[in-house]
């Protein structure tokens, strides 16, 4: 393997393992601070990636769409059990773990943002690395946040949405989430695919999430002089 590909590889890799990894253990540190041990008593109460990393939707499927010029990253971990009756105010502090895991990335984000300028001062080889790599953990972060708080179960946005919805509807809302995952997969990488070939050019995820993840981090780029 040449150096090269080694870089580009570390440029994907650690930002992708560091977003998912603190936005999972995000959601079991609030989860537990609001009276919910099923994430701690599981061994998910943690910064170790191999905890919360998924083969599949954490490496194979980002490469892959990398590999076929998709125009956008996707993936996704292992989600952290929480079982919400178990919570202190299961309504209100169900809000606050789901929101925790993109407030996560939003926080990751912003640091990354702060490293890409301190790391102005870099000279060398190792500065255009460095770059390319915070510049990705910024856009992969945004991108996340954005599309975790996305009001379709099982994404967090969803619980987010459901803790000021009536009973009579938060449930049927939430049960949802059986299909949402599929529903997801079909809107964001089958029906854009299919409308491309039909001509259409239906682009879904880059109105929902990457526009909006442009603009933010357009502005996190000028907060710190990068812009």
Known sequence: M????LSQILIYAIPVILAVTFHEAAHGFVALYFGDTTAKDQGRVTLNPFKHVDLFGTIILPL?????????????????????????NPRWNMLWVAAAGPGMNMALAFVSALSLYAAGAIDGESAAVIGNLLLFSIQLNV?????????????????????????????PYLNFGRYGMTVLLLLLI???????RA???LDIFGVLVAQP???????????????
């Open 190 to 196: 089958v029906a854009p695919m299919l409308s491309a």
């Open 2 to 5: 040449t150096g090269e590909a």
């Open 199 to 201: 001509g259409l050019g």
């Open 143 to 171: 991108m996340l946040a954005i599309f975790n708080m996305l009001p379709l179960p099982p994404l967090d946005g969803s619980r987010v949405l459901a803790a000021f919805l009536p009973e009579t509807l938060m449930r």
């Open 213 to 227: 993840a442009d603009a933010m981090m357009g502005w996190l780029l000028t907060l710190v002089g990068r812009g």
């Open 64 to 88: 892959l769409l990398i590999a076929l010029n998709a125009g956008f990253i996707f993936g996704y971990a292992k989600p952290v059990p929480v079982n919400f009756a178990a919570l202190r």
